[in-house]
């Protein structure tokens, strides 16, 4: 199974911890009224009438929704665009999204769909990766390789595992499911760093999480090690910073800080979860509660949400009083108005 290293807590599927609402001019805010998911915009007033059992962030203009049982696509005025007839379904990343159709009780399959619904790679994958750098990690029969957006095999199946790629290189498993090693691939599906890592994690700015003896640090894409091994976890680098965990014993406690490329803590450790920056801020725990903070270490958003998720162009998601709600960063929360349009 396709694994992402990150030093929090997995996604919620459907909320989507990482919120980017204002792509593309949208300003489309999942919201619910009455058990429903609809649309209200930055001012708080529902543009898109409550009415899907599920609904997902806009993405290259679409977003991805639930209505009798099946994903489909709506377009920011609410109408459909692809109309639901998908089992599952992600979100749009470069013009393909991926979907999912049922085999039997426990089976299925994925492919992937263009803006238009054009089913242009069949159901043939078992799991799958975004398209990024116009290649998607697909698994056939165990074995993971990667395909072209017209799903032409550019990478034949090989690996035990494999990534997305990232500043054009992906981890990559070799060498068997128990006993294999982990290393990194180019986009011609040739080896650039020979696999000899415990585990390994996405580049981001020019370096990668990689892990030796139960200890991870971060390498070159030459495979040099540049910030030696010795975090209990460590998150790809983003804006500069990267996550990193230390002071665990036996696998429980520890903190987490931030660390700039050249190994330098920029925030110390002193965070009970912490989650990679994005546009400038970045979501950390403090007391049980979660709060967002600056480069600099600043709190510029207090820690008094129990759930929260990764700030992205001047918003982010928070949970209020068992509610998802939106808040600005200024620290303000969106009044969102159940009046429709």
């Known amino acids: ?79 459909w665009a692809i109309k639901p007839q998908f089992d599952k379904a992600c979100d749009f990343k470069n013009g393909r999204a991926a979907v999912y159709e049922k085999e039997g009780l426990i089976g299925g399959k994925w492919g992937f769909v263009d803006k238009k619904g054009k089913l242009v790679v069949g159901y043939n994958y078992e799991d799958k990766t975004d398209f990024c750098d116009d290649l998607a990690g697909v698994e056939k029969d165990n074995k993971w390789g990667y395909i072209s957006k ?33 290393g990194f691939i180019g986009t011609d599906g040739k080896l650039k760093v020979n696999p000899k890592y415990e585990d390994g994690g996405d580049f981001g700015d020019g370096l990668a999480p990689v892990q030796v003896d139960g200890k991870w640090g971060y390498i070159d894409k030459n495979g040099e090690l540049k910030i030696k091994t010795q975090y209990e976890e460590a998150s790809p680098f983003s804006d500069g910073l990267a996550c990193v965990k230390v002071g665990e014993t036996l696998g429980m406690g ?9 190994g330098t803590y920029r925030i110390n450790p002193r965070f009970e979860e912490a989650k990679s920056f994005c546009d400038g801020l970045a979501a950390v725990k403090l007391d ?54």
């Open 1 to 79: 199974m396709y694994r992402k290293i990150t030093a929090s807590v997995a996604f919620l599927t459907v909320l989507m911890f990482v919120i980017a609402p204002a792509q593309a001019g949208s300003d489309r805010f999942p919201v619910t009224k009455d058990g429903n998911w609809g649309y209200a915009n930055a001012e708080g007033k529902i543009v898109i009438t409550p009415q899907f059992e599920e609904a997902k962030q806009f993405c290259e203009a679409l977003a991805c929704v639930k209505k009798d049982g099946q994903w489909g696509y709506i377009d920011m005025k609410g109408n």
């Open 288 to 341: 049980g509660h979660w709060g967002f903070i600056n480069k600099s270490g600043k709190t510029v958003i207090e820690p008094r949400f129990s759930d929260i998720g990764k700030y992205h162009d001047k918003y982010a998601q928070v949970y209020v009083k068992d509610d998802w709600r939106w808040i600005q960063s200024n620290g303000e929360l969106l009044s969102l108005r159940a009046d429709e349009e």
């Open 150 to 182: 017209n799903g032409e095999m550019k990478v034949k199946p090989q690996f035990e595992e494999a990534g997305a790629f990232h500043d054009g290189m992906a981890w990559v498993k070799v060498g068997g499911e128990l006993g294999g090693k982990y």
């Open 254 to 262: 520890g903190e987490y800080g931030y660390i700039g490329t050249d």
